[in-house]
């Protein structure tokens, strides 16, 4: 006895791609800052095509006019404050690290004297 399986079917839901983020008019230029910043990530990283949801094309122009941007300092290379900012000195255990450490030489038994004559 086997059970019926009804026929996959598709939602009726309308598919509505989302606009792209370059309109017509826009020029992709190392001078449109207010473009370009719109593909870069907080830590300053170029955001990938997924993200971006660019076309190849459109990817490459915006890749090289970043990198234009960064290179005539109209863009910062990385934007990691924390980068400058001096790290907490570690703390110390109790012993003193600039008492130098007496060096003992090794004692002779009298045994290891008579072994040795």
């Known amino acids: 006895m086997e059970k019926y399986k009804p026929p996959f079917r598709k939602s009726k839901r309308s598919f509505r791609r989302p606009l792209p983020p ?67 000195p570690l703390s110390r255990t109790k012993k003193k690290w600039n008492r130098k450490r007496k060096r003992t030489t090794p004692q002779l038994n009298e045994n290891s004297n008579q072994n040795l004559n």
């Open 22 to 88: 370059i309109g017509f008019g826009d020029q992709i230029d190392y001078r449109n800052m207010s473009l370009i910043t719109r593909f870069i990530s907080e830590q300053g990283k170029i955001l990938s095509r997924r993200v971006n949801r660019l076309n190849l094309k459109q990817q490459r122009l915006i890749t090289l006019a970043i990198k234009q941007a960064r290179i005539l300092s109209l863009l910062p290379f990385l934007k990691n404050e924390k980068q400058f900012e001096r790290a907490k």
